[in-house]
């Protein structure tokens, strides 16, 4: 399920490409923060790219998990990402990290792959697994290259404790003048996604910024990802998009 809110409903989309209004962009540098499901957003939007014959490249400027796959890539040359590019389709590529991750990309590799005429996509912030987070100062790290930002929310967030759901609590709960014991309401989630020190935070001008409200698998959790778009003091100026695994 892909959906926009336009006006205070649910619009369903048949794409997320669609949703984002990156159908027409050749390659757009596409960087996903926040938490909650950025590995799956950008994994949905690879997906699609290569269901219109585009090839993206998909990279971090953190860390991310690597996956016992023919299209993830530890320490490529440019010719060996190429080559498998060229071969799947698609490319996920890092230089090898520990606990069986995958970080930036050297260099000279990154340079390269800014360069080429694909969309690339980039996990640019860590969040532990939870769905949601506060950056600390060196959070989160964005290319200059960058046109295109998503912020992603998990839905599962909302009605839990902030201790609970949070990556840096601390730094929640201190943000929304709340206790880490206290619940995280969709007044909050608006809050953090329209704030620079939240989701909006290292977002330049000329980068696009769009919230991905993820895993509203639930009658209940669109709800939920209304009661924050209702919430929001922005409303119709910000884009914001609800995914699901589920239809």
């Not at 090898?96 to 996509?121: F, H, M, Q, T």
Request: proline share 6%; hydrophobic share 45%; glycine share 6%.
């Amino acid at each position: 399920m892909v959906a926009e809110i336009i006006n205070g409903n649910l619009i369903t989309r048949k794409l997320l490409l669609e949703a984002l209004n990156l159908t027409e962009t050749a390659a757009p540098r596409i960087a996903a923060a926040g938490a909650g499901g950025k590995t799956t957003t950008l994994k949905r939007l690879v997906a699609e790219y290569e269901d219109t014959g585009k090839k993206p490249v998909v990279t971090t400027t953190t860390h991310m998990f690597k996956e016992d796959s023919p299209f993830f890539l530890e320490n490529p040359s440019l010719e060996e990402l190429l080559a498998v590019l060229d071969k799947e389709g698609c490319v996920f590529a890092g230089e090898k990290a520990e606990n069986g991750k995958i970080k930036r990309l050297s260099a000279d590799v990154l340079e390269a792959v800014l360069k080429l005429p694909n969309p690339v996509l980039i996990e640019a912030d860590g969040a532990k697994m939870l769905p949601a987070k506060f950056p600390a100062d060196h959070e989160p790290v964005f290319l200059p290259q960058t046109t295109h930002v998503l912020y992603v929310c998990g839905m599962d967030a909302p009605g839990r404790k902030i201790k609970e759901v949070c990556f840096r609590p601390e730094l929640m709960a201190a943000f929304l003048k709340k206790s880490p014991e206290d619940i995280l309401m969709p007044r909050d989630i608006a809050a953090l996604i329209q704030s620079e020190q939240g989701g909006r935070k290292g977002v330049e001008l000329g980068m696009h910024y769009a919230v991905i409200l993820n895993k509203a698998d639930t009658q209940e959790r669109r709800d939920t990802a209304l009661r924050i778009w209702e919430a929001m003091e922005m409303e119709g100026n910000m884009k914001v998009v609800v995914t699901a695994e589920a239809s």
